[in-house]
């Protein structure tokens, strides 16, 4: 099946500084990439809707300047947590589609 | 906005028990996906029911869509230990790509 692969992992950042994650689709194009927010013992929520080319659509509630995202290529979507705080600490999955959806790993977001 | 309500939660049952979970929605889907997912990791497909009143098996686990294909549930039969973790049903909108999760149901099995 198609693969979609997530960097990092894990990542630890201090309090007011920006992290970047990257979603990539290794074996196919993905004009359309998800990404999705998942806090402890909770299920995914869905953040966003990034389109290669144009602009993210983001669903209710989760603010576009504070999560940057950019879909430069067919084959990767990076979201960038700007001025992280604590409260954004959480499990963040990507998801891109060939005939269905496919995950990410995901990445452990902890904000000191 | 298309939700999907998932019951229980969190269940915790002895090994050997069988098991159901639902899934309801007040929209139609053009599929259904249950997944499960361990600590630490995406979610992984299990299976994808479309058609309207679709039963699929996965050796002891029984996936049903509904009729009006705005409900599903998993029955797993003879739980064991290995069947813990973190079961999520999702719709998918007309394209099959924006996939909404419900709230999950928790399993723990105990041997």
């Known amino acids: 099946g198609a693969v979609v692969s997530q960097h990092p992992s894990r990542v630890i950042c201090k309090s007011g500084t920006s992290v970047k994650i990257e979603c990539r689709s290794l074996d196919f194009q993905a004009t359309t990439m998800f990404w999705y927010r998942q806090f402890p013992k909770q299920s995914l929520m869905l953040m966003a809707t990034s389109n290669e080319g144009s602009k993210a659509t983001y669903e209710q509630g989760v603010e576009k300047d504070k999560f940057l995202i950019n879909h430069a290529s067919l084959t990767l979507s990076t979201l960038t947590v700007t001025s992280a705080h604590p409260e954004d600490s959480s499990f963040y999955i990507c998801?891109?589609?060939?005939?269905?959806?496919?995950f990410g790993q995901g990445t452990r977001l902890t904000v000191v | 906005t298309q939700l999907l309500e998932q019951s229980p939660q969190f269940l915790s049952i002895q090994e050997g028990e069988n098991l159901t979970v639902y899934c309801n929605s007040s929209s139609v889907f053009s599929s259904l996906q249950w997944y499960r997912q361990e600590p630490g990791e995406g979610p992984v497909l299990l299976v994808t029911?479309?058609?309207?009143?679709e039963v699929k098996k996965l050796k002891r686990l029984t996936f049903q869509f509904g009729d009006a294909r705005k409900d599903s549930s998993l029955h797993i039969t003879a739980a064991q230990p290995g069947d813990t973790g973190l079961y999520l049903c999702?719709?998918?909108?007309?394209?099959?790509?924006?996939?909404?999760f419900g709230a999950g149901t928790r399993l723990f099995v105990k041997a």
């Open positions: 999702a719709g998918a909108d007309t394209g099959g790509f924006k996939t909404i």
């Open positions: 998801s891109a589609a060939q005939g269905r959806a496919f």
């Open positions: 029911v479309v058609t309207g009143g």
